[in-house]
T-cell receptor, first 112, second 119 residues
Framework: DTAVSQTPKYLVTQMGNDKSIKCEQNLGHDTMYWYKQDSKKFLKIMFSYNNKELIINETVPNRFSPKSPDKAHLNLHINSLELGDSAVYFC???????????FGPGTRLTVT | AQKVTQAQTEISVVEKEDVTLDCVYETRDTTYYLFWYKQPPSGELVFLIRRNSFDEQNEISGRYSWNFQKSTSSFNFTITASQVVDSAVYFCALSEGPYSGGSNYKLTFGKGTLLTVNP
């Protein structure tokens, strides 16, 4: 009965490759997010979708493209991976603007 | 624009000491929400508390307590009688209210405070 799940948990890949991270929430929340946590633990929002509509796109390179096939899923596709993309990526969902966000377990991406 | 400052990068205490983690925020909104999250060494983000801008009552939950002061734009977190299991990175976060346009959908996080509790 995992609330917010992400796959894979670990992802090691080479520069230049294209990869995807999947996120699913079974909480019935309308809003989903992607965050990037760098090596210094700084958490920064990347994207937010509300009912499959893009709400927030925080100056993320075009190589990153979120896709929300339905309200329960928000996937992140990354093209032409670079060393600087190495980080932990967290998916989150939220029922409405007043509530806390529920985070997935994170996906540690390592680009070599 | 909203901003959260956690000036303490790292704190180290000995078990059973009390410790306070500071959080100062900036927002132009009159309606906003404040949060604390814990990130233990295992890496997951654990929600601790939410506070809205209209509720300045302090809150206590076991060994945890929170002091919200709008006058100083602070939302500080105190752990009483700290334990080794409290060792984690603690994040303070801010979300603006429903009339802020798109920004009301996002949490802005502080840079976190690494708390190490030594036995």
């Amino acid at each position: 009965d995992t609330a917010v799940s992400q796959t894979p948990k670990y992802l090691v890949t080479q520069m230049g490759n294209d990869k995807s991270i999947k996120c699913e929430q079974n909480l019935g929340h309308d809003t989903m997010y992607w965050y990037k946590q760098d090596s210094k633990k700084f958490l920064k929002i990347m994207f937010s979708y509300n009912n499959k509509e893009l709400i927030i796109n925080e100056t993320v390179p075009n190589r990153f493209s979120p896709k929300s096939p339905d309200k329960a899923h928000l996937n992140l596709h990354i093209n032409s991976l670079e060393l600087g993309d190495s980080a932990v990526y967290f998916c989150a969902s939220r029922p409405n603007q007043m509530d806390e966000q529920y985070f997935g377990p994170g996906t540690r991406l390592t680009v070599t | 624009a909203q901003k959260v400052t956690q000036a303490q990068t790292e704190i180290s205490v000995v078990e059973k000491e009390d410790v306070t983690l500071d959080c100062v925020y900036e927002t132009r909104d009159t309606t906003y929400y404040l949060f604390w999250y814990k990130q233990p060494p295992s890496g997951e983000l654990v929600f601790l508390i939410r506070r809205n801008s209209f509720d300045e009552q302090n809150e206590i939950s076991g060994r945890y307590s929170w002091n919200f002061q709008k006058s100083t734009s602070s939302f500080n977190f105190t752990i009483t009688a700290s334990q080794v299991v409290d060792s984690a990175v603690y994040f303070c976060a801010l979300s603006e209210g429903p009339y802020s346009g798109g920004s009301n959908y996002k949490l802005t996080f502080g840079k976190g405070t690494l708390l190490t509790v030594n036995p």
